[in-house]
């Protein structure tokens, strides 16, 4: 459990990015904090590993205050996964996926057949890996990334905007991909997107936040679409408009879904008792 | 082709191989000079280099102190400091070092400048220490500009170590001052022929170690005619770090 | 500092031959360098050969390099011609990278449109790579005003009079003033030289006045 008590965090040069956060992440679950560009999510990220530290407030994971602990070791404990992968583009893949366990002294040959073996777990053909990250595709790149990140075996992953910079259908699969991964998995992630989509495919908890970090919503995505705060979270997550907001209208005696724009989204199928109604698209 | 071939026959010439001031004698002085000089202000520039590289600071003082340093006249320098210190080698030396400290303090800060700060950064959140960040990703990662400042430096130490011998009597610029004052220009030639031969082949061996030294996974690319052209370190931006002034 | 105000007359003296050493070369390695960077830029024979022995010629040192021009071409080793020929080959070895990379950074986007409105390539040089090469060029030419400079005190030690010749003459006579303004003269005829570029350059290139100092000029 990750849990923000009244953290705030203003830059060196006065941006006030964080003010007075409060939020409890539940373990093994995926949580994921979405927002506009600027509104602090990445700054709330990289203070769970100590990459920032907060100008008020404390973090603590499980019960343990991290201003306490050692940066270094902290983050060696937690995954990491960035945009643009992050890779160190003079090791070979497997190296790559091998450097935190190196640095914490596991010998070399344990280390790189871990590595392999994380290889099959993201879902990389071992031939990659003795490649070097220039010779990958992005969405490779990326599954190394995430590889790294699970190499130390680390309860928390901290994941910002992994799949940003990745075409639509390499996305999908990778998000697919994380899925299957946290069911077998079941780390506690910490996720970073302004994709809202990608935020209720993969979160259990949903954060949406605004300019500052401040919390317009914390719910499930159901919760958050059927019941939006406000107007911020409404026209945020699109629950007013299109391909959210569906109604049903009768069409040769079936009930059909349309969207706000008029176009059919899909059939109501089953018995159309409240709340049982599944939606193929 | 006369001259060349008198400057040809002096430097064949026995008599200039035995002696005081003999050619290889001269060689080796001109040579040890210069690496002498590359290692001292080395270890001046390179530990900035590389602060200012890691940390960022300090990064506009480097470059008006460089700037200011390569706008000075070598020649200058050097006949102030002699008349300052005297005639000898101690003039020299210190010149030379002042003057080849500034292409290598810019190689060794525009090599981490260069590194992409996304990889750094990842470095640092998966847990590299400061000190592992510095010796497993920045220095090698920028170590081809380095070459390529060490390797400016080197060819601005060995034309003005011949202009040295001015103010001392060492190296192979002893050949070209007498030959002019005594208007034997065989010896001049010779001595000018000796100096571009060990100018060039330094030139060649830092060419050659900067190509080294690019790390493997920065060197290929995914398409192999992507290959050739990538092996080399940027061309922008070593023009910009290791021209400007000898 | 007494020396310098008795001996401005001098100073002049060494200014003016300083400027005819160090002036033409500038001129000229810009001349030369355009069409060996073009070359250089367009073929990748021609760039390898180009840029290879440009690279050569300037890893040659300055001082055999006014000894061995003689043999080569026939100067007279003190004359000013033999000087403005081997600060030329500097220029030139110089300039011929900046031209041909400044060439390369010329938008292919922008190469394509001016291709496909009809322009052939000689009015697609001169209209549109050279302007939009202008910021990099301009940049190189400062680099090559400043070392060129630089450089022609060095044909003070073979005997043909400039600047350097204070530092000589200083030297030999025991006098630290007249080096000192030996050095003082040359870099601000180097920063006069690099100021009447930069001048030029906006009247050449008014555009450029909109943007902030492209990346090449302040890193050199
Ligand atoms: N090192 C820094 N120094 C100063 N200001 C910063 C720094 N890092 C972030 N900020 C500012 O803090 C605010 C929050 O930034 P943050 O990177 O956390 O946003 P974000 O939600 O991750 O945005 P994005 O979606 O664009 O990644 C922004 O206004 C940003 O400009
Ligand atoms: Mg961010």
């Known amino acids: 459990m990750i849990e923000f008590r009244s953290v705030s965090k203003q830059f060196p040069d006065g941006t006030l990015a964080v003010d007075d956060f409060s939020l409890t992440i539940p373990s093994h679950r995926t949580t994921v904090l979405v927002g506009s560009s600027g509104s602090g999510k990445t700054t709330l990220l990289r203070m769970i590993n100590r990459m920032v530290d907060p100008t008020s407030g404390a973090i603590e994971i499980d019960d343990v205050d991290i201003a306490s602990l050692e940066p270094v070791k902290l983050r060696r404990s937690i995954g990491y996964v960035m945009q643009n992968s992050g890779l160190l583009p003079h090791r070979k893949v497997v190296d790559n996926v091998a450097t935190v366990p190196l640095l914490r002294g596991v010998p070399r040959k344990t280390a790189r057949a871990d590595a392999l073996a994380l290889l099959d777990t993201v879902g990389l053909d071992r031939a990659l890996a003795d490649r070097y990250p220039s010779q990958l595709s992005g969405g490779q790149q990326q599954r190394v990334g995430v590889a790294r990140g699970l190499a130390v075996n680390p309860n928390i992953l901290l994941m910002d905007e992994p799949f940003g910079a990745v075409d639509p259908i390499v996305r999908a699969e990778l998000q697919q991909e994380l899925i299957r991964l946290q069911t077998e998995l079941g780390k506690t992630v910490v996720f970073v997107t302004h994709d809202v989509d990608e935020a209720f495919l993969l979160g259990d908890q949903v954060v949406i936040l605004q300019e500052g970090g401040r919390i317009a919503q914390i719910g499930s995505p159901a919760d958050i679409l059927a019941n939006p705060a406000n107007d911020f979270v409404a026209s945020f997550v699109g629950a007013d408009r299109g391909k959210r907001a569906l109604h049903v209208e009768r069409s040769d005696g079936r009930d059909v879904l349309v969207d706000s724009d008029g176009r059919l989204a899909g059939v109501l199928v089953g018995d159309a008792v409240p709340g049982q109604a599944r939606v193929t698209p | 082709m006369t001259i060349f071939g008198a400057a040809i026959a002096w430097i064949l010439d026995a008599a200039n191989y035995t002696g005081a001031g003999a050619i290889p004698g001269r060689v080796l002085e001109h040579l040890g000079f210069t690496f002498l000089t590359l290692v001292v202000a080395s270890a001046i520039a390179i530990p900035f280099g590389f602060a200012i590289g890691h940390t960022g600071r300090g990064r506009g003082l480097a470059v008006a102190v460089s700037g200011g340093l390569r706008a000075i006249p070598t020649l200058g320098l050097l006949t102030l400091v002699a008349l300052w210190i005297g005639i000898g080698l101690g003039a020299p030396y210190v010149a030379l070092t002042v003057l080849a400290i500034p292409p290598i303090l810019a190689g060794a800060y525009a090599g981490f400048e260069a590194i992409d700060r996304g990889a750094i950064d990842a470095a640092r959140a998966v847990g590299m220490s400061e000190a592992q960040i510095l010796g497993q990703v920045e220095i090698p990662l920028g170590l081809p500009l380095l070459i390529g400042g060490l390797r400016s430096a080197a060819l601005q130490v060995v034309a003005t170590a011949t202009l040295a011998a001015y103010v001392a009597d060492f190296g192979l610029g002893r050949y070209l001052f007498s030959g002019l004052k005594t208007r034997d220009y065989a010896q001049m030639l010779g001595g000018s022929i000796l100096v571009v031969v060990l100018a060039l082949a330094l030139e060649g061996i830092f060419a050659m170690i900067q190509r080294i030294v690019v790390p493997r996974g920065v060197a290929t690319s995914r398409l192999p005619v992507d290959r050739a052209r990538s092996a080399r370190p940027r061309p922008g931006m070593e023009s910009a770090i290791t021209k400007g002034n000898r | ?220």
């Open chain 3, 1 to 220: 500092m007494n020396w310098a105000w008795t001996n401005l007359d001098l100073i002049w003296d060494r200014t003016i031959d300083h400027l005819i050493l160090s002036v033409p070369p500038i001129i000229l390695s810009f001349v030369i360098a355009l069409p060996l960077g073009w070359l250089a830029n367009r073929y990748r024979l021609s760039r390898g050969v180009i840029l290879t022995a440009s690279g050569l010629l300037y890893a040659i040192p300055s001082f055999p390099m006014f000894i061995v021009l003689p043999a080569l071409v026939g100067t007279t080793l003190r004359s000013p011609l033999n000087l403005v020929i081997a600060l030329t080959i500097y220029g030139v070895a110089l300039m011929v990278r900046v031209v041909a990379d400044g060439l390369a950074s010329v938008d292919v986007d922008v190469q394509r449109s001016a291709v496909a409105v009809g322009f052939s390539t000689w009015t697609n040089f001169w209209q549109v790579e050279l302007p939009l090469a202008g910021p990099v060029l301009l940049a190189g030419l400062r680099v090559v005003a400043v070392s060129t400079v630089s450089l022609a005190t060095v044909g003070a030690v073979i005997g043909a009079q400039s600047l350097g010749s204070l530092f000589t003459d200083g030297f030999q006579r025991g006098i630290q003033a007249e080096i000192i303004a030996g050095i003082v003269a040359t870099v601000l005829l180097a920063l006069l030289l690099d100021g009447a570029l930069v001048a030029a350059g906006r009247i050449a290139l008014p555009w450029t006045r909109l943007r902030k100092t492209s990346k090449v000029e302040t890193a050199t």
